[in-house]
């Protein structure tokens, strides 16, 4: 079974909307986090985001916030006001911490902002 | 400060050679990761290092990859006898420690061509 699933190959979403990207994550372990990553064309991977599975809060980061729904192991990304420049490859990824500490990471959507 | 930097950028090669790539992490970092990205896919965890501890290797695909760092730094992998399928980005990426809330932070990665 696949640890992380992003549902979603391709989004599309204009300038100035909200767009929701879904993960949902596979895990017995009670200790872990959670990351969201973008990757431009350029191919560099940009953090964006970190839930542990213990914040009792999602967490936020500028346009970015993360919608941690724990009991039904989904870790979703919401980017408010979309810009042009959001348009890139997102990844969802998971670390457990029984299992070491590299990231496991989604197939990733690739999201597409229009004018 | 600097981040990660990885050499080369690009790498062409016949298949049959051996090839190595080299990843500078940041400085103070002691963990290390290296990463495979084939086109259009997510990353697939390749080798961990932690400090001074024994390296996990549970990702390798074959026993052609090998990897070391030297003095809890630099880190290279080697790719013997390449292979087509061998052929994608290999990214690297270090974090302050192991913990699993520790951001990973990623080098812009060695494009490997196998002829």
């Known amino acids: 079974a696949q640890k992380i699933t992003q549902t979603q190959p391709g989004m599309f979403v204009q300038e100035k909307e909200a767009v929701t990207l879904d993960c949902t994550y596979d895990t017995s372990d009670p200790s872990y986090g959670l990351f969201w990553y973008k990757q431009p064309s350029s191919g560099e991977m940009i953090f964006l985001i970190y839930q542990g599975s213990y914040d009792q809060q999602n967490a936020t980061e500028g346009r970015y916030s993360l919608n941690f729904q724990k009991a039904r192991k989904s870790a979703n990304l919401v980017i408010s006001a979309s810009q042009l420049g959001d348009s890139a490859m997102y990844f969802c990824?998971?670390?457990?911490?029984?299992?070491?500490?590299?990231?496991?990471f989604g197939k990733g959507t690739t999201l597409s902002v229009s004018s | 400060g600097a981040g990660v930097s990885q050499s080369p950028s690009n790498k062409v090669t016949e298949k049959g050679k051996d090839v190595e790539l080299r990843c500078d992490p940041i400085s103070g970092h002691t963990a290390l990761y290296w990463y495979r990205q084939s086109l259009g896919q997510g990353l697939e965890f390749l080798i961990y290092f932690q400090g001074n501890s024994a390296p996990d290797k549970s990702g390798l695909p074959s026993d052609r990859f090998s990897a070391e760092r030297t003095g809890g730094s630099v880190s290279t992998l080697t790719i013997q006898r390449t292979q087509q399928e061998d052929s994608a980005v290999y990214l690297c990426a270090s974090s302050l420690t192991r913990g699993v809330q520790n951001e990973q932070f990623f080098g812009p990665g060695t494009r490997l061509t196998v002829l």
């Open positions: 990824a998971m670390r457990e911490n029984q299992a070491g500490t590299a990231l496991i």
